[in-house]
């Protein structure tokens, strides 16, 4: 598919900030950041069916997000977009192995937060904790047509974005940016700062959208053009994209290190050739799930460089979500390549372009979203890689 041509409106005026739920609170001043007009995305081509050569288990079809196959009354299902921290201090985390998409997206002060996004998710005995929201992602969120749980957020940015009446979030702090509706808990066993102890579950989350009456499928309201369609393209399981077509554009990619990009937590991904997957750890150890210790793998990753500004003196970050032919990579199989990556309405897609325009095909399993400041490099195989090299 060759690459969309719309057009971004995009605009950013810095303000103070209103911190909620974060331990603050300061006087608030206007902003304003410029809605992007919506575009028909006749790009993206209905791939959730079977694909070719592969028989489809019985009572089994293709996710969505991840091509993996799952239970067909798995289909319509609306995910979570749950908010993590990566405070060292926070782990271990509950909910990862139910991670189909995940984002790392640099905040204020040098820290990063985590948005995991989960089809299923009806079965979790423990999630979180959970940490406050800032508005680029739920921008990045709602091309999913997600349920938004967070603890919060500052006031001032996520105001309006979260209170949108197409926005559906369940906020632990409940108040001006959604009610809680009873659905978190509180957990220390081990006597952490109070802002690491927030948790919720399947059972108070289900109750919770019962309550608000929040609709658990698709809503086709808001996303009838996107839910029977793939969110990415992806190949055959059974049939990797090697990025050998790409030649020597394709470079090998094994080891994977973010910390100057997010130098909080260090987060670095090692490729382990035996089953396809990029292994994450941060601050030097493997970043695992607090239930089955298992640690979080990707098939793919994407690397997003994106222009952001800083808003005010308290180090809040704007971040353009909406955007048109910016740079990025695609790593898999042990290469990369770059791309370029565009996005032109709300609840369309993120598209992902190689080199000769055309959308990028993504192997059958989890994918890591690496949003990174237009201006950080990240290293592959001890080789800087940064955006002004392309």
């Given at each position: 598919?060759?690459r ?7 605009g950013?005026?810095?303000s103070?900030a209103?911190l909620?739920g974060c331990g603050?609170?300061k006087?608030?001043?206007?902003y304003?950041i ?14 959730a069916a079977?694909?070719?050569g ?24 609306r995910p ?5 921290p ?6 271990p985390q509950?909910g990862y192995d ?8 640099l905040?204020?002060?040098g820290m ?13 005995d423990?999630?979180g904790?959970i ?7 739920v921008?990045?969120a709602?091309?999913?047509?997600p349920?938004i749980v967070?603890?919060g957020?500052p006031?001032?940015y996520?105001?309006?974005i ?9 906020n632990?702090?409940?108040g001006e940016?959604g ?5 978190f ?6 006597g952490?700062a109070?802002?690491?102890t ?6 108070l989350?289900?109750?919770a959208?019962?309550?608000?009456g929040?609709?658990l ?13 793939s ?11 090697t990025?050998e077509?790409y030649?020597d ?6 080891s994977?290190?973010f ?10 991904f090692?490729?382990?050739?035996d089953?396809h997957l990029y ?7 493997p ?7 298992t ?5 793919n990753?994407?690397?997003q460089?994106?222009?952001y500004?800083v808003?005010d ?9 909406h955007?048109?032919t ?13 791309v370029t990556?565009?996005?032109?309405s709300d609840y369309g897609?993120?598209r ?7 959308e990028?095909?993504?192997n059958?399993g989890?994918?890591m ?10 290293e ?8 002004s090299?392309?």
């Amino acid at each position: 598919m060759k690459r969309l041509t719309a057009v971004l409106l995009a605009g950013i005026t810095a303000s103070a900030a209103l911190l909620s739920g974060c331990g603050s609170t300061k006087e608030a001043e206007d902003y304003s950041i410029a809605e992007t007009i919506p575009q028909e995305d006749s790009s993206a081509e209905d791939t959730a069916a079977e694909p070719a050569g592969e028989e489809a288990p019985e009572g089994k079809v293709r996710s969505q997000l991840t091509n993996e196959w799952i239970d067909e009354d798995l289909y319509d299902q609306r995910p979570l977009a749950v908010m993590y921290p990566i405070n060292k201090e926070g782990m271990p985390q509950y909910g990862y192995d139910k991670i189909d998409i995940f984002y790392e997206i640099l905040e204020e002060d040098g820290m990063s937060r985590q948005m995991a996004i989960m089809k299923d998710w009806k079965d979790l005995d423990k999630i979180g904790n959970i940490r406050s929201i800032r508005d680029y992602f739920v921008y990045a969120a709602l091309e999913y047509d997600p349920i938004i749980v967070h603890f919060g957020g500052p006031v001032v940015y996520v105001k309006d974005i979260l209170t949108r009446s197409d926005v559906q979030n369940i906020n632990g702090v409940g108040g001006e940016l959604g009610d809680s509706y009873d659905a978190f808990f509180r957990e220390n066993p081990d006597g952490r700062a109070s802002e690491h102890t927030a948790y919720t579950k399947s059972e108070l989350l289900l109750k919770a959208c019962d309550t608000a009456g929040f609709q658990l499928n698709y809503r086709d309201d808001v996303f009838a053009d996107y839910k029977d369609k793939s969110h990415y393209q992806f190949t055959e399981a059974s049939n990797k994209n090697t990025l050998e077509q790409y030649g020597d554009k394709a470079v090998p990619a094994e080891s994977l290190d973010f910390s100057a990009a997010y130098p909080h937590d260090t987060p670095t991904f090692e490729y382990h050739a035996d089953d396809h997957l990029y292994y994450r750890s941060i601050y030097g150890e493997p970043q695992k799930d607090g239930t089955t210790g298992t640690q979080l793998a990707f098939e793919n990753v994407l690397v997003q460089w994106t222009y952001y500004e800083v808003r005010d003196d308290n180090g809040y970050l704007a971040f353009r979500m909406h955007d048109k032919t910016h740079d990025g990579m695609f790593i898999t199989e042990g290469k990369m390549i770059h791309v370029t990556w565009e996005k032109d309405s709300d609840y369309g897609p993120t598209r992902y372009y190689d080199d000769n325009g055309d959308e990028i095909t993504l192997n059958t399993g989890k994918t890591m979203v690496c949003v990174l400041t237009d201006d950080k490099a990240f290293e592959v195989d001890g080789a800087v890689i940064n955006p002004s090299s392309y």
